[in-house]
């Protein structure tokens, strides 16, 4: 799959690095010439100095071949005409970083799709998200739902309180009735494990899990972890991260944000 990517920032930067393990054919546009030489001498991808919102180097890079091609730069403006116009010079599918909240009302979502930007996303809104989940399940330190919300991969630590310490994960999976799971990672010592039937869980073990969100309760039990309520919620700083994160949870939560006296 040829992936564009406009932008070789933070993001950028890490996505090419995740898509490359995948044997994707990647190419990665910036301005700045310090940035693309370190992207040259890290990673095995084609990178190109230039504005991503230049038609010869939307060209250069072959963008009428490109399956996925995605912008990140820190300019919103930038990443909304530079999908655009990869979109009409014939990339498959586009997708645009941006910050301004209007932007993702489903009028407006279908507005930019009929524009050419078929996805738009925020790191700040994504992160808000993770945010509100984790404050709904306390108990845990990882969640992520998928397929819509039905599934979870939950995280944990095992400790004093989990009966399943020192046994096997055939083990657990035979003490177990109340709810169905699978163990897809073990976090031990800074190294991650993928579990097998024969694998023993110990105290201080990170473990991920799959399993229904209507298990999710019966899962926190199991582990021993307590439903934690929570009602107050302090947030530090004015930042857009921090307001959106707000604005999330303010109708579930007592919501006190706290600034300096800069902000």
Known sequence: MKIII????ALGFHLAKLLSREDQDIT????????????????????IRGDAASIEV???????????????????????????????FGAKKTIARIDNPEYFEESQKERFKQL?????????????????????RASFTDLYE??????????FTLDTNCRFTNHTIAQVETL????????????????????????????????????????????????????????NVMIIGGTSLALRTAQLIEDKYNVTIVLSDKE
């Open 58 to 88: 939307l060209e250069q890079a072959n963008v009428e071949k490109a399956h996925l091609f995605i912008a990140v730069t820190t300019s919103e403006k930038t990443n909304l005409l530079v999908t655009i116009l990869a979109k009409q």
């Open 176 to 231: 177990n009735s109340s709810f169905n799971f699978r163990g897809i990672a073990l976090l031990r010592n800074h190294k991650t494990i993928i579990p097998k039937p024969e694998t023993v869980l110990r105290k201080g073990d990170h473990l991920y899990m799959v399993t229904h969100n209507k298990f999710l309760d019966a899962a926190m039990d199991f582990v021993g972890k307590e439903l934690k309520s929570i009602k």
């Open 116 to 136: 050419g930007v078929d996805v738009l996303i925020s790191p700040h809104l994504l992160a808000a998200q993770e945010i509100e989940r984790l404050l709904r």
């Open 146 to 155: 998928f397929e819509h919300g039905q599934m979870s991969v939950v995280g």
């Open 6 to 9: 406009a932008g070789a920032g």
């Open 28 to 47: 990665l546009i910036d301005t700045n010439e310090e940035v693309i030489t370190h992207v040259g001498s890290h990673l095995d991808v084609m990178t």
